[in-house]
């Protein structure tokens, strides 16, 4: 079974500082993406990694997945208080053409 | 962006009773998923869809059933709800071309009293 962990569930930092959200994975998988969601909203897709090594990034946000160690790491460089929202990362099963979520990390950023 | 609609958006309804929510969408897509939402636990996948008149269950299946006769339309019953089906349910869509990326609709907020 594919379990998806992500680490810290919650983070409050000021503004201004980097950070990094951890998602780490159980078995082989090629494929992570992260997700962000506003409290009462939908999610909105981030980033989509395909492949080992693959790095993206959109603003102060960029996105790195490393297949060997399963892990994929979300940093955040000089956060801003409109950062501030749930990341989920989730891993697909390609065998049964769905996504696993890990549990969502809280972000908080303090003015 | 995938055109995903979700109706109705609120609901509030007692236990016991059958309640139905529909998930709408214009992009052709071929897979269609139903989660809930709760805090604590993440997303959680219901039932998902591969085509039409075809699913299978995901890892919180019991006390939901689907159906899918159309592409655009995938339907989630509570047959008979529960107070522990209180959630906040979203449908979510991907074509799985070259990625499994999922799209996700606003999200329908259930209370059952």
């Known amino acids: 079974e594919l379990k998806v962990e992500q680490n810290p569930l919650f983070l409050s930092m000021q503004e201004g500082k980097n950070y990094t959200i951890y998602c780490n994975y159980s078995t082989t998988s090629d494929r992570l993406y992260w997700y962000r969601q506003d409290p009462g909203k939908s999610l909105e897709s981030l980033f989509v990694?395909?492949?080992?090594?693959a790095v993206k990034q959109e603003g102060r946000l960029m996105a790195s997945l490393d297949t060997k160690a399963r892990l994929s790491t979300l940093h955040i460089t000089a956060a801003v208080h409109d950062l501030s929202a749930t990341y989920f990362c989730?891993?697909?099963?390609?065998?049964?053409?769905?996504?696993?979520f890990g549990q969502g990390t809280r972000l908080t950023i303090n003015p | 962006d995938a055109g995903i609609t979700q109706s109705p958006r609120h609901k509030v309804t007692e236990t016991g009773t059958p309640v139905t929510l529909r998930c709408h969408q214009t992009?052709?897509?071929?897979?269609m998923y139903w989660y809930r939402q709760d805090p604590g636990h993440g997303l959680r996948l219901i039932h998902y869809?591969?085509?039409?008149?075809?699913?299978d269950k995901g890892e919180v299946s019991d006390g939901y059933s689907v159906s899918r006769s159309k592409t655009e339309d995938f339907l989630l019953t509570l047959e008979s709800a529960t107070s522990s089906q209180t959630s906040v349910y979203f449908c979510?869509?991907?074509?799985?071309?070259?990625?499994?990326?999922?799209?996700f609709g606003p999200g329908t907020r259930l209370t059952v009293t």
């Open positions: 979510a869509t991907s074509l799985q071309v070259s990625s499994y990326e999922q799209y």
């Open positions: 989730a891993v697909d099963i390609v065998s049964v053409q769905k996504l696993v």
């Open positions: 992009e052709n897509h071929r897979y």
């Open positions: 869809s591969y085509g039409v008149k075809d699913t």
């Open positions: 990694l395909l492949s080992n090594g």
